[in-house]
């Protein structure tokens, strides 16, 4: 007997339906003024209010036994659902006992062995000390089910999205013209503009180029279709974590996968890490100066430092010399030479790779600011410049989003129509009819303002005040915000499993696909897909964060 599994907890959270919607809102959006594809999507918001109205009701009356704790059948009992789009692979209600409680124990296993940690946060050294507090990273105890079509079509969009995010970023007008409404009310997109627009200035010129991104997308259970919710050009997390949850999923798999009815080669690899890996020591060749090294951007602390470091020893994979330093200390530390090196305590760096700076709280004091102005003057590549941190924020989306605008940045129609076929619906609050239909119901938007990291984003009865506050007020705050239609995917039964302890859950998950993009002049050197990230969340949660607590860690299971 396992002393682990003593403590296994099988909590279970009742099905409730995040999305309940009251059958009397009756509002429309007057379309006289749209665009065809605005009345595409308008159309899909209503089909999606009609369905989930269905879809609630159908709900209130599941049996009981829908949502009955864990039975002790046996294993041979489960049903597999492969062939399904979007099903369950397994049915937790039937699985046994005995078999999640192996399982679960031999994952938290694997994760300690094999490096799958975060800090733990009632240890107090664990964000500053490595291998000091150290718990598995929060995961899911299965793979989660995604349609194979969908997951290639998001695989084909990751060049595309790098080569247009490339482009934007070189089209500093477009930036500082989309977000200059933004700019006056918030101090924290203004002072990027403020250093975007310093570059400008000097006709600074990025010429070698490195992104790695991550971009996020969401299967919309009704509609079937794969939205993006978001592009991450600044400190893409997760890329060593997430090849190891792969890793576990394929190793659990082939030891239960015959009383589970699944087989482990439909969980994809993931080489996120090793190809992330790849590309920053590309870049530091192209930078070509075999003594300098790449230096990471660190918050002072950081409980996620394991997925960084699986990344960054890359003087194990590659031969290069990194550092870890915080805003702070590169203030303190470094200098920039005549000639534009970035010179940190005698080293030149080559590669600036952030794994901070993308939110207000990394700039408590001027001296922040000072350091992402000295990194930017440099000749360092950046990773992300500030030009690729401005092109993914999410006005620049709602930006991209609008007709004809893809087509200033890309030449090849087919390039464009696939990127636009994942466009959620995205507004402006300049935009009175979508403003108007969100106070309406506002369970079918999300209200978003520029920030990055989680925790942000405005949803539900939150959204519908939000907006008549600021149509109260009558300021300038509303360029602050985008609004985003909100995208429902397909609620499956998982296990997630935290602290050591596995909780039965209602589950929606989020597919991150990495790409890596490394160009220098005319040549670009990388424009790959590299690797997957799986966040799994409870379906009532709004928000999708790992680190902040809401999502696990997962894969997904091809069907
Ligand atoms: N349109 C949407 N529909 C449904 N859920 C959404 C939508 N937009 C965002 N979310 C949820 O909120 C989470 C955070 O949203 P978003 O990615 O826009 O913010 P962020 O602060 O940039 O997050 P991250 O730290 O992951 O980059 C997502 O992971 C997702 O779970
Ligand atoms: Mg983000």
Same mark, same amino acid.
């Given at each position: 007997m396992c002393s682990g599994c003593s403590s296994?907890?099988?909590?279970?959270?009742?099905?409730?339906?995040?999305?309940?919607?009251?059958?009397?809102?009756?509002?429309?959006?007057?379309?006289?003024?749209?665009?065809?594809?605005?009345?595409?999507?308008?159309?899909?918001?209503?089909?999606?209010l009609a369905r989930l109205s269905e879809a609630a009701m159908s709900q209130s009356s599941l049996p009981a036994s829908s949502i009955a704790p864990l039975k002790c059948s046996r294993a041979d009992g489960i049903h597999t659902q492969e062939e399904t789009d979007g099903n369950p692979i397994y049915d937790p209600h039937v699985i046994d006992a005995k078999m999640v409680q192996k399982l679960v124990y031999?994952?938290?296993?694997?994760?300690?062995?094999?490096?799958?940690?975060? /800090?733990?946060?009632?240890?107090?050294?664990?964000?500053?000390?490595?291998?000091? /507090?150290?718990?598995?990273?929060?995961?899911?105890?299965?793979?989660?089910a995604f349609p194979e079509g969908h997951w290639k079509q998001a695989g084909e969009l990751a060049p595309i999205f790098n080569e247009l995010i490339d482009r934007v970023s070189l089209d500093g007008q477009f930036l500082q013209d989309s977000l200059s409404r933004t700019k006056r009310?918030?101090?924290?997109?203004?002072?990027?503009?403020?250093?975007?627009?310093?570059?400008?200035?000097?006709n600074k010129k990025e010429e070698i180029r490195l992104g790695l991104n991550r971009?996020?997308?969401?299967?919309?259970?009704?509609?079937?279709?794969?939205?993006?919710?978001?592009?991450?050009?600044?400190?893409?997390?997760f890329p060593g974590l997430s090849c190891l949850v792969s890793k576990l999923h394929r190793n659990l798999l082939s030891h239960y996968g015959i009383h589970l009815g699944l087989d482990y080669v439909k969980v994809p690899k993931n080489a996120a890490v090793d190809q992330f890996a790849d590309a920053l020591a590309k870049a530091w060749c192209e930078y070509n100066n075999s003594r300098a090294i790449v230096m990471i951007v660190v918050q002072p602390e950081e409980r996620n430092m394991y997925d960084q470091h699986w990344l960054s020893a890359l003087y194990n994979t590659h031969g290069v010399a990194t550092v870890r330093k915080t805003l702070a200390e590169i203030d303190g530390e470094s200098?920039?030479?005549?000639?534009?090196?970035?010179?940190?305590?005698?080293?030149?760096?080559?590669?600036?790779?952030l794994r901070a700076g993308y939110a207000p709280t990394d700039y408590p004091s001027e001296s922040e600011w000072r350091a992402r102005l000295l990194m930017e003057q440099s000749s360092a590549i950046k990773c992300p410049?500030?030009?690729?941190?401005?092109?993914?924020?999410?006005?620049?989306?709602?930006?991209?989003?609008?007709?004809?605008?893809?087509?200033?940045?890309?030449?090849?129609?087919?390039?464009?129509?696939?990127?636009?076929?994942?466009?959620? /619906?995205?507004?402006?609050?300049?935009?009175?009819?979508?403003?108007?239909?969100?106070?309406?119901?506002?369970e079918l938007y999300v209200m978003k303002p520029q920030r990055e990291g989680g925790g942000n984003n405005i949803y539900g009865d939150d959204v519908r005040e939000n907006l008549l506050r600021l149509q109260n007020e009558g300021t300038e705050e509303n360029a602050a915000y985008i609004l985003m239609q909100r995208i429902f995917p397909t609620v499956s039964p998982a296990f997630l499993i935290r602290q050591g302890i596995c909780h039965k859950e209602h589950a929606i998950s989020?597919?991150?696909?990495?790409?890596?993009?490394?160009?220098?002049?005319?040549?670009?050197?990388?424009?790959?897909?590299? /690797?997957?990230?799986?966040?799994?969340?409870?379906?009532?949660?709004?928000?999708?964060?790992?680190?902040?607590?809401?999502?696990?860690?997962?894969?997904?299971?091809?069907t």
């Open positions: 296994l907890s099988l909590a279970l959270s009742l099905f409730t339906n995040s999305h309940t919607l009251s059958s009397d809102r009756g509002g429309s959006i007057p379309v006289e003024i749209r665009t065809a594809v605005e009345l595409q999507r308008i159309n899909l918001i209503h089909r999606h031999d994952g938290l296993v694997w994760s300690s062995l094999h490096g799958l940690v975060v /800090g733990d946060r009632a240890v107090q050294r664990s964000g500053t000390v490595p291998g000091v /507090g150290m718990v598995h990273a929060p995961f899911s105890l299965l793979p989660m009310v918030d101090e924290f997109t203004s002072r990027l503009l403020d250093i975007h627009a310093r570059m400008m200035e000097i971009s996020d997308y969401m299967l919309d259970a009704q509609t079937k279709l794969l939205l993006q919710i978001e592009f991450n050009t600044i400190s893409s997390s200098e920039l030479l005549a000639d534009g090196t970035l010179i940190i305590n005698g080293e030149a760096v080559a590669v600036v790779y410049s500030v030009a690729y941190h401005l092109a993914g924020t999410k006005k620049i989306q709602q930006e991209l989003a609008k007709p004809n605008v893809l087509e200033r940045f890309l030449n090849d129609k087919d390039d464009i129509d696939r990127l636009r076929k994942c466009f959620a /619906g995205l507004w402006s609050l300049d935009d009175s009819d979508a403003v108007r239909d969100a106070i309406e119901r506002p989020e597919l991150g696909v990495y790409g890596a993009y490394l160009r220098n002049k005319e040549r670009v050197i990388v424009n790959e897909q590299c /690797g997957y990230l799986m966040r799994t969340k409870v379906s009532t949660s709004n928000e999708g964060g790992v680190a902040a607590g809401f999502a696990v860690l997962d894969s997904l299971y091809l």
